[in-house]
T-cell receptor, first 110, second 109 residues
């Protein structure tokens, strides 16, 4: 089956820095990808829908200027957490369809 | 998409069948029932989905009641590696999974 990869798998950064997370669909083209985040002991929450070649669609309450999404090709979407703060520490997960999810990226902001 | 209700937690013995229930009484005719699981600190894993017929694959079986208001995911021979949170999600149209709290299944020796 299709595989979705994420890089890095975990990252620790200082408060105020920006972090980029990559999501790749390895063997199929995805015009749409999805970004979720999951806080400890909570369920996954959809953050945004990434559209190849156009602007992402953000869920209510998600700041588009803080969570920059770029979907420049049919196999790559990136999520950049700008000026990260400790409250942004979370598990970020992407998916390339309703059946294929990435392994997740654990972000810790000190 | 219709909402689902699942027990918060369940447990079963290794080697026995794990039967995870899900209620989706407001499901509409074009909505599918999807099941996923999430092992600790990993991304969700798709398990199976169905519309109205029972389905089986190498991972599990999905039994959907005739009125489609509930379903059961069956892991026929649970192993310790099946310990995870299992999500039942009803989708139609957008096919963007909305995750609830799911059922935490613990398989014990």
């Amino acid at each position: 089956g299709a595989v979705v990869s994420q890089h890095p798998s975990r990252v620790i950064c200082k408060s105020g820095t920006s972090v980029k997370i990559e999501c790749r669909s390895l063997d199929f083209q995805a015009t749409t990808m999805f970004w979720y985040r999951q806080f400890p002991k909570q369920s996954l929450m959809l953050m945004a829908t990434s559209n190849e070649g156009s602007k992402a669609t953000y869920e209510q309450g998600v700041e588009k200027d803080k969570f920059l999404i770029n979907h420049a090709s049919l196999t790559l979407s990136t999520l950049t957490v700008t000026s990260a703060h400790p409250e942004d520490s979370s598990f970020y997960i992407c998916s390339a369809s309703e059946q294929f999810f990435g392994p997740g990226t654990r972000l810790t902001v000190l | 998409d219709a909402k689902t209700t699942q027990p918060t937690s369940m447990d079963c013995a290794e080697g026995r069948a794990a039967n995870l229930p899900c209620n989706h009484s407001t499901i509409s005719g074009n909505e599918y029932v999807y099941w996923y699981r999430q092992i600790h600190s990993q991304g969700p894993q798709y398990i199976i989905h169905g519309l109205k017929n029972n389905e089986t694959n190498e991972m599990a079986s999905l039994i959907i009641t005739e009125d489609r208001k509930s379903s059961t995911l069956i892991l026929p021979h649970a192993t310790l590696r099946d310990t995870a949170v299992y999500y039942c999600i009803v989708m139609g149209g957008s096919y963007i999974p909305t995750f609830g709290r799911g059922t935490s299944l613990i398989v014990h020796p």
